[in-house]
């Protein structure tokens, strides 16, 4: 989820420290342990050193002594946070297909490539996701761990307090940790410390607005207007965390967000006072601490009007599935999102492929005030599927792209025969700036020239395109939603292609099974919400273009 920015604070060591403070707090973990029924005093939320996922600043060894690291397959996936000896909370969605036995938690963690002195780890006896978890909406992204033994508390090593019902939060500022990515698909430099970042809290209302109607009262946001620092994946789980008096008091778990740091689009954390109840059932006497957190700072205004969504004249408006693919930063050929997770375009953009390093997409998509934005994930795979000597490639991203719209393509063979009104999206080669332009040239599909038997090609009228081209989409429509027909299929080496009859385009339904087989495997974060459904004629037949275009603002 979120990437960070962090501003570094003092780090205060602790000298000379006298017996009495440690029986102190000797007594203290005792009265954990037991299960106190006060409230918790100096058992949780502090930090014994006195000591920064996305504009993020590194964080002092022991400055946030509660924030775990979680580990499968020897890596990092998300974070949590300690709330006793015994217990994790973390995000739902971190787990979707819970497997304990697989798991490893590092607390006591500064650095992911470097020796930890200060570290322990535990494996993990039980993983528990709230009961009203919903994977469509994020809503109750909650899980608890249970470690296999209790942990000793130490200076790097202490439980946080936990926001109890009925705390209030107004325009206070948050602060976040995790080790997740620095952007979308930008992991954390090397030896890659244990980030921080302060972030302020943003009004369920505006929030609401922001993410088109889907923030609950399970919620919280945070985050600046024009984007910036922000939580992002890897730091999923990971706490939010506030200081009153001395007490620092976790109020949200990393949850979501669309992309990472983006203007307008704060990071969206479950909010912990709603779960006290949840949580302190399944802990039983060993609780944690929770503190009612009373702000002092004045009320967000909640009489917030949603702008109505904007529909815009540029192409990150009208074509919001169409990607760049780029090679070392050289735009190689185009592609279109068919799902939260993978691009598809021409097998031959990837000739003489030489792995998936130096490979990147770009998304394009507007704004509220109809300005482009664009969002870069790096290549994790890329998969072919070859019939006939020419065939689509599947590129799987390294993250996904969240809440853009997926273009439905045609599995079924519909009837876009010759006389049939259609559309190619290719480079717009008259666009100046930076970034990236499609252009549409609307065109007529016709016979395919007598000496061209491949029975997956389908023809339009002859079009001029070049090299780059390659991977364009052939749109026709049914009803007012677009449908991809055909990708353009272009041999390495040549600049503009050689005259013909025709401009010949793969047909997308040859390939049902590969594309379903492939992009089904990996289930859309998105499943359910049905005008971002991939590859779904029900989709194609059940929604209009505007429909999608609402879809992404």
Same mark, same amino acid.
């Given at each position: 989820?979120?990437?960070? !920015?962090?501003?570094?604070?003092? !780090?205060?060591?602790?000298?000379?420290?006298?017996?009495?403070?440690?029986?102190? @707090?000797?007594?203290?973990?005792?009265?954990?342990? &037991?299960? $106190?029924?006060?409230?918790?005093?100096?058992?949780?939320?502090?930090?014994?050193?006195?000591?920064?996922?996305?504009?993020?600043?590194?964080?002092?060894?022991?400055?946030?002594?509660?924030?775990?690291?979680?580990?499968?397959?020897?890596?990092?996936?998300?974070?949590?946070?300690?709330?006793?000896?015994?217990?994790?909370?973390?995000?739902?969605?971190?787990?979707?297909?819970?497997?304990?036995?697989?798991?490893?938690?590092? @607390?006591?963690?500064?650095?992911?490539?470097?020796?930890?002195?200060?570290?322990?780890?535990?494996?993990?006896?039980?993983?528990?996701?709230?009961?009203?978890?919903?994977?469509?909406?994020?809503?109750?992204?909650?899980?608890?761990?249970?470690?296999?033994?209790? %942990?000793?508390?130490?200076?790097?090593?202490?439980?946080?307090?936990?926001?109890?019902?009925?705390?209030?939060?107004?325009?206070?500022?948050?602060?976040?940790?995790?080790?997740?990515?620095?952007?979308?698909?930008?992991?954390?430099?090397?030896?890659?410390?244990?980030?921080?970042?302060?972030?302020?809290?943003?009004?369920?209302?505006?929030?609401? $607005?922001?993410?088109?109607?889907?923030?609950?009262?399970?919620?919280?946001?945070?985050?600046?207007?024009?984007?910036?620092?922000?939580?992002?994946?890897?730091?999923?789980?990971?706490?939010?965390?506030?200081?009153?008096?001395? +007490?620092?008091?976790?109020?949200?778990? %990393?949850?979501?967000? &669309?992309?990472?740091?983006? =203007?307008?689009?704060?990071?969206?954390?479950?909010?912990?006072?709603?779960?006290?109840?949840?949580?302190?059932?399944?802990?039983? =006497?060993?609780?944690?601490?929770?503190?009612?957190?009373?702000?002092?700072?004045?009320?967000?205004?909640?009489?917030?009007? $949603?702008?109505?969504?904007?529909?815009?004249?540029?192409?990150?408006?009208?074509?919001?599935? /169409?990607?760049?693919?780029?090679?070392?930063?050289?735009? /190689?050929?185009?592609?279109?999102?068919?799902?939260?997770?993978?691009?598809?375009?021409?097998?031959?953009?990837?000739?003489?492929?030489?792995?998936?390093?130096?490979?990147?997409?770009?998304?394009?998509? =507007?704004?509220?005030?109809?300005?482009?934005?664009?969002?870069?994930?790096?290549? =994790?795979?890329?998969?072919?599927?070859?019939?006939?000597?020419?065939?689509?490639?599947?590129?799987?991203?390294?993250?996904?792209?969240?809440?853009?719209?997926?273009?439905?393509?045609?599995?079924?063979?519909?009837?876009?025969?010759?006389?049939?009104?259609?559309? %190619?999206?290719?480079?717009?080669?008259?666009?100046?700036?930076?970034?990236?332009?499609?252009?549409?040239?609307?065109?007529?599909?016709?016979? $395919?020239?007598?000496?061209?038997?491949?029975?997956?090609?389908?023809?339009?009228?002859?079009?001029?395109?070049?090299?780059?081209?390659?991977?364009?989409?052939?749109?026709?429509?049914?009803?007012? /939603?677009?449908?991809?027909?055909?990708?353009?299929?272009?041999?390495?080496?040549?600049?503009?292609?050689?005259?013909?009859?025709?401009?010949?385009? !793969? +047909?997308?339904?040859?390939?049902?099974?590969?594309?379903?087989?492939?992009?089904?495997?990996?289930?859309?974060?998105?499943?359910?919400?049905?005008?971002?459904?991939?590859?779904?004629?029900?989709? %194609?037949?059940?929604?209009?273009?505007?429909?999608?275009?609402?879809?992404?603002?």
């Amino acid at each position: 989820m979120p990437s960070w !920015i962090y501003k570094s604070r003092a !780090i205060t060591e602790i000298r000379n420290m006298k017996m009495f403070w440690k029986l102190s @707090l000797v007594f203290a973990v005792t009265l954990l342990t &037991k299960g $106190c029924d006060s409230q918790p005093g100096p058992v949780c939320g502090s930090v014994p050193l006195k000591t920064k996922i996305v504009g993020g600043v590194d964080a002092p060894a022991g400055a946030w002594p509660w924030q775990v690291s979680l580990h499968e397959g020897g890596s990092h996936f998300c974070g949590g946070s300690l709330i006793n000896n015994q217990w994790v909370l973390s995000a739902a969605h971190c787990f979707p297909e819970p497997n304990a036995a697989s798991l490893t938690v590092y @607390l006591g963690r500064q650095f992911q490539e470097l020796s930890n002195p200060n570290e322990v780890s535990r494996s993990v006896s039980q993983i528990i996701i709230h009961p009203a978890y919903s994977r469509k909406t994020n809503d109750n992204d909650m899980a608890l761990l249970r470690l296999s033994s209790p %942990v000793n508390f130490t200076n790097y090593i202490q439980p946080v307090c936990l926001a109890a019902e009925g705390s209030t939060f107004n325009t206070e500022t948050m602060w976040v940790t995790g080790w997740g990515t620095i952007n979308s698909g930008v992991p954390l430099p090397s030896p890659q410390i244990l980030q921080e970042v302060d972030v302020p809290l943003v009004g369920n209302s505006k929030c609401n $607005c922001l993410y088109s109607g889907s923030i609950t009262e399970n919620m919280m946001c945070a985050g600046l207007s024009d984007g910036g620092k922000d939580s992002c994946q890897g730091d999923s789980g990971g706490p939010m965390v506030i200081k009153q008096g001395s +007490r620092w008091i976790q109020a949200g778990v %990393v949850s979501f967000g &669309k992309g990472c740091a983006l =203007a307008e689009y704060p990071g969206v954390y479950a909010r912990v006072s709603q779960y006290q109840q949840w949580i302190s059932g399944h802990i039983g =006497a060993n609780r944690a601490g929770f503190v009612t957190f009373n702000s002092t700072t004045p009320v967000q205004d909640e009489n917030v009007d $949603c702008p109505p969504p904007t529909v815009c004249g540029g192409s990150a408006a009208l074509w919001p599935w /169409m990607a760049s693919l780029t090679y070392n930063g050289e735009p /190689m050929c185009v592609g279109t999102l068919v799902s939260d997770r993978f691009v598809m375009t021409s097998a031959s953009c990837f000739f003489r492929f030489m792995g998936m390093d130096g490979w990147a997409v770009t998304l394009n998509f =507007a704004q509220w005030d109809c300005s482009s934005s664009s969002l870069s994930v790096t290549v =994790a795979n890329v998969l072919f599927d070859d019939i006939f000597g020419n065939g689509v490639a599947l590129v799987e991203l390294s993250s996904p792209f969240l809440y853009v719209a997926n273009l439905p393509v045609d599995m079924f063979d519909l009837s876009f025969g010759p006389g049939t009104q259609c559309s %190619v999206v290719g480079w717009n080669s008259e666009a100046t700036g930076s970034e990236p332009s499609f252009l549409q040239v609307k065109t007529t599909i016709v016979n $395919c020239d007598p000496s061209d038997t491949t029975p997956i090609n389908i023809c339009t009228e002859p079009l001029p395109v070049q090299q780059n081209d390659n991977g364009s989409p052939l749109l026709c429509s049914v009803g007012d /939603m677009w449908i991809q027909t055909g990708i353009l299929s272009i041999s390495p080496g040549f600049g503009i292609l050689p005259q013909s009859n025709s401009t010949v385009f !793969i +047909r997308t339904s040859p390939f049902t099974y590969f594309l379903t087989n492939n992009i089904n495997s990996y289930p859309s974060i998105l499943d359910g919400v049905e005008s971002f459904s991939p590859l779904s004629l029900t989709c %194609v037949l059940l929604l209009s273009l505007p429909a999608v275009l609402q879809a992404i603002y």
